[in-house]
C-alpha cells in the first residue's frame, strides 16, 4: 500500500523560505511521477511542481524561479523549497502520486501560512 506524508508547513514571513517534505511509503518515488499541488482556501487545486521517474522537473509559472523540487533516495521522500514567499503561496501543499495504472495517491495535506 502506498502512503504520502507531507510536513514542513507552518506560518512563515513573506519574503522568507520553509521546504515541504512529502515521504513516500511503500514504492521508490524514483519509480512514479511526484506532484506537489496547493489549494487555497476557496480555490480550485493547483499543480505547483512535480519530478518524474527521470528525475525531470517542471514548475508552474507562479513559482517558477523561486522553487526547487528534488528528491533523496534514501530517505525515499521528495521536497518542495519555497523561496521569496508571497501572499499568493498561502495554501494547503498537498503531495501526490502516481505509478501508471496502479496508484493514483495523495497526501493528507500541508499548511503553509504568510505574514505580512
Known amino acids: 500500500q502506498v502512503q504520502l506524508v507531507e510536513s514542513g508547513g507552518g506560518l512563515v514571513q513573506a519574503a522568507g523560505s520553509l521546504r515541504l517534505s512529502c515521504a513516500v511509503a511503500?514504492?521508490?518515488?524514483?519509480?512514479?511521477?511526484i506532484t506537489w499541488y496547493r489549494q487555497a482556501l476557496g480555490q480550485q487545486r493547483e499543480l505547483v511542481a512535480s519530478i518524474s521517474g527521470g528525475g525531470a522537473t517542471s514548475y508552474a509559472d507562479s513559482v517558477k524561479g523561486r522553487s526547487t523540487i528534488a528528491g533523496d533516495n534514501a530517505k525515499n521522500t521528495v521536497y518542495l523549497q519555497l523561496n521569496n514567499l508571497n501572499p499568493e503561496d498561502p495554501a494547503v501543499y498537498y503531495c501526490?502520486?502516481?505509478?501508471?495504472?496502479?496508484?493514483?495517491?495523495w497526501g493528507p495535506g500541508t499548511q503553509v501560512t504568510v505574514s505580512s
Open positions: 511503500g514504492v521508490p518515488f524514483r519509480a512514479s511521477l
Open positions: 501526490h502520486l502516481r505509478l501508471g495504472s496502479l496508484y493514483d495517491t
